[in-house]
């Protein structure tokens, strides 16, 4: 992990379907590349469009998915694969069940696991075996947060169990029937796992997300701003739309 601080690179697209194609590009690009790479995924709104892109590539272009391997970065504890608002649930309906992926290669963290720090520990020791993530997806909390790094997160946090802020559990109350229903605890890798990925690439659209983009761009990495620790990792790729990058001072390229 290079500790040394480095402005991420950032890309400007005109609306949020520009974001979706650059971001699948960029990881066919990978997939093409290196076919047996390892995927760090994300859930959330945002990724939703780049992941309906890479059905449209595998579908339309034959991008093979069968070599790679996948761990995605967080999950609700208590709620097992199939609940609908669960993350396993999310990426087989978004990406996995539309793709030649091999199940037995996309890792999410079970949420329902009976000893949940050994799961923890345990999802750390198949990422290692695994070799480590090539490219690492993120989405970003309109407080600033990374998978479930809440602010505060310790820049060495490792995949962990953590309590949800009540602003994150409002932002994902849109995907419940209620906030009662949103879980207040998680597992997610840590912001030191995330650093350790070989490349990251941070995804935002719309204007509810400025400020935490602004935030995470310019000022100085405080693990009260999980996103600006991003800083201090030399490959980081933030991918915007005009309406996210409303908050920064300096434009990036397109
Ligand atoms: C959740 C996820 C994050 C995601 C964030 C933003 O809290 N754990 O990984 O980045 O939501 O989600 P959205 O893209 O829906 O704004």
Request: charged fraction near 25%; glycine fraction near 8%; aromatic fraction near 6%.
């Amino acid at each position: 992990m290079t500790l040394q601080r480095s402005r991420p690179r950032l890309m400007i697209l005109d609306d949020p379907g520009a974001v979706d194609r650059r971001v699948a590009e960029l990881i066919a690009d990978l997939i093409r590349e290196k076919p047996e790479c390892v995927l760090g995924l994300a859930t959330g709104g945002t990724p939703v469009g780049a992941y309906r892109e890479l059905v449209g590539m595998h579908q339309q272009q034959s991008l093979d998915f069968s070599r790679l391997t996948t761990f995605n970065l967080d999950e609700y504890v208590g709620l097992s694969g199939d609940h609908p608002q669960s993350y396993r649930y999310f990426m087989q309906h978004h990406l996995f069940d539309h793709v030649n992926v091999q199940p037995s290669r996309t890792h999410v963290p079970n949420g329902r696991a009976r000893d949940i720090d050994r799961e923890a520990r345990e999802y750390e020791k198949k990422i290692d075996s695994a070799g480590g993530i090539d490219l690492q997806l993120l989405g970003i909390g309109s407080n600033g947060h990374i998978a479930f790094n809440e602010p505060g997160s310790p820049i060495e946090s490792r995949t962990r169990t953590v309590e949800l802020t009540a602003e994150t559990i409002e932002d994902n109350a849109r995907f419940f029937e209620t906030a009662d229903e949103v879980p207040g605890t998680a597992i997610t890798m840590g912001i030191g796992t995330i650093l350790e990925s070989k490349r990251i690439v941070l995804m935002a659209t719309g204007d509810a997300k400025a400020d935490a983009v602004r935030t995470a761009v310019e000022d100085d990495p405080d693990p009260i701003n999980p996103a600006s620790l991003l800083q201090l990792h030399s490959n980081v790729t933030f991918v915007l739309d005009r309406a996210a990058a409303g908050g920064l001072s300096t434009s990036g390229s397109r």
